[in-house]
């Protein structure tokens, strides 16, 4: 579904990402993993095309392609409801003037429902609480009905009860057979919600099974240290602020 | 009172005057909503100021022989202008780590440094600077307001146009990519479009005053509504009214016609700031 063929990705001088060789299969819930700066972001950059590889490949096996990016700045006076919002994600389907089917509008309603905001669908986005925001920006990136979905640190800043309700979406959707990477350093969760892991640190640290990847030397290598076991489980130590990835 | 409000208008060049301006009130009303949704007021003002070298090029060209210069040549030399400022002001800011405000503020100053040298070359500077910065409402001919007429049409189609991909780059434009949108170029496009609604105002209410329709309408608007749509229907309907409203003001009181209408405009934003709710 998304294939890196000695992708390296720089900015300037600064390497974000190096020789990464993987493939990701379809239907499948990945976590990727990895402290700030280890390339999580510019891998999903890179395969939305926002990002050109400095050398290598990044290959999509799908144009349907949806992707959340780590903290969207909504401006608080951008001129558009929930609803409006929500419907964006039609319109790369729709192109530039096509009108909205009914199927649309059952994708529109849908989403809105599924990430409960369908009650605030005439609030400005930019009067709405975090978490109330990013369910309806994940609602947006459900409208687009994708076959590969890009998380970037999608429960970063919202309450327990929307984390909850993207857990449970993110295996919808994988269960729909659509394939889910999700950019996270919840390392417990990692090991137990999704089907397999990505560990990142520039280069690739490691690629597999979710169980027999989180192991204590894998991620010992991917957060260069910087982990530590807390009641039986593993926590980044180091993950102050959810900058670039 | 009937009187009052419309025997100014019997007089042609009131009439050719309140046309042109609601016509660049709609166009100006309308852009401008992209620009205060994106807050890119700076760069808006760099663009407006950027179109002085290229007006100056087109003097310096066209007026060497005649002594008239070329109107045509004109329009074409301040739509350079203004897309040479948006686009070096992209190029400052692909190649640098500054802020958007400090890329923006560098561009400006050199496209109005840049400008003000080349126009003192034009014999009668003074006089054209002037005009540029404050345009000239109530000297614009009958054929001037339908080329205003046309470039708004003209302007306005494209919107229409492309106005899914210029929301998508204004909202978010990694989300914008991740739906299909050519970014860079939806950004070109819209810089376009803002530096044609520029030019297009900058003849009729002058380069300083062309940024007061396009900011002042939209920031009203955007405190009255929740929807594109429904912001650009107002804020066009404000700008497009300042017009005869600054002209009538500016021919009862004796005062220069296109900073009333700019006052106009910026009066229907204090009133609204103060009358709506606080939030």
């Known amino acids: 579904m998304l294939t890196a063929r000695d992708l390296t990705v720089r900015y300037g001088n600064v390497v974000a990402l190096e020789a990464l060789d993987v493939e990701i299969p379809r239907g499948r819930s990945i976590a990727v993993l990895g402290p700030n700066g280890s390339g999580k972001s510019t891998l999903f950059a890179a395969a939305v095309g926002l990002r050109e590889p400095t050398a290598g490949v990044v290959e999509r096996g799908t144009d349907r392609v949806a992707y959340l990016p780590q903290g969207l700045a909504v401006e608080p006076m951008f001129p558009a409801t929930v609803r409006d919002v929500v419907t964006m994600g039609r319109w790369g389907d729709l192109g530039l003037r096509r009108r909205m089917s009914a199927r649309d509008r059952e994708l529109v309603a849908g989403a809105m429902g599924e990430l409960a905001v369908d009650h605030l669908e005439h609030r400005r986005l930019g009067e709405l609480s975090g978490g109330q925001r990013q369910r309806a920006l994940l609602a947006q990136v459900a409208a687009q009905d994708a076959e590969l979905l890009l998380l970037d640190e999608p429960f970063t800043g919202v309450d327990r009860p929307t984390e909850d309700t993207v857990r449970k979406l993110i295996g919808t959707w994988r269960d729909e057979g659509r394939t889910v990477m999700v950019a996270t350093h919840d390392l417990a969760r990692a090991a137990r919600d999704y089907d397999l892991v990505l560990a990142l640190n520039r280069r690739l640290i490691a690629f597999g099974l979710a169980a027999a990847t989180c192991t204590e030397d894998v991620l010992a290598a991917t957060f260069a240290g910087h982990i530590a076991r807390v009641g039986g489980l593993l926590i980044e130590t180091e993950h102050r602020h959810p900058g670039a990835g | ?279």
Do not use: Q
């Open chain 2, 1 to 279: 009172m009937e009187s009052l409000l419309f025997e100014p208008f019997e007089a042609d060049f009131m009439r050719n005057g309140a046309a042109a301006a609601m016509l660049v009130g709609v166009l100006c009303g309308t852009v401008g909503c992209f620009v205060v949704m994106r807050g890119t007021a700076l760069l808006a003002e760099s663009v407006a100021h950027g179109v002085l070298p290229g007006v100056a090029v087109a003097v310096l060209l066209t007026a060497g022989t005649s002594g008239d210069p070329d109107k045509a040549a004109i329009l074409a030399g301040a739509l350079a202008g203004g897309v040479a400022t948006a686009g070096g002001t992209a190029v400052i800011l692909r190649r640098t780590r500054l802020r958007d405000d400090t890329a923006t503020a560098v561009m400006f100053v050199f496209m109005l440094a840049l400008g003000v040298v080349l126009i003192s070359r034009v014999e009668g500077f003074a006089v054209d600077l002037t005009a540029f910065l404050f345009g000239d409402v109530l000297s614009v001919p009958g054929w001037e307001v339908a080329l205003t007429a046309g470039l708004t049409a003209a302007v306005l189609a494209v919107l229409w146009l492309l106005y899914r991909p210029f929301v998508l780059v204004s909202f978010d434009r990694r989300r914008a990519a991740s739906l299909g949108v050519p970014v860079e170029r939806t950004e070109l496009a819209l810089m376009v479009l803002l530096a044609a609604a520029i030019v297009v105002g900058f003849t009729v209410v002058g380069a300083l005053l062309v940024l007061g329709l396009l900011i002042a309408p939209a920031a009203a608007a955007a405190l009255l509504t929740k929807r594109l749509p429904a912001m650009m229907a107002v804020s066009a309907g404000i700008a497009a009214a300042s017009g005869p409203l600054g002209l009538l003001i500016s021919w009862h009181f004796e005062v220069a016609a296109g900073a009333s209408i700019v006052l106009v405009a910026v009066a229907a934003f204090a009133v609204t700031a103060v009358l709506r709710p606080a939030r």
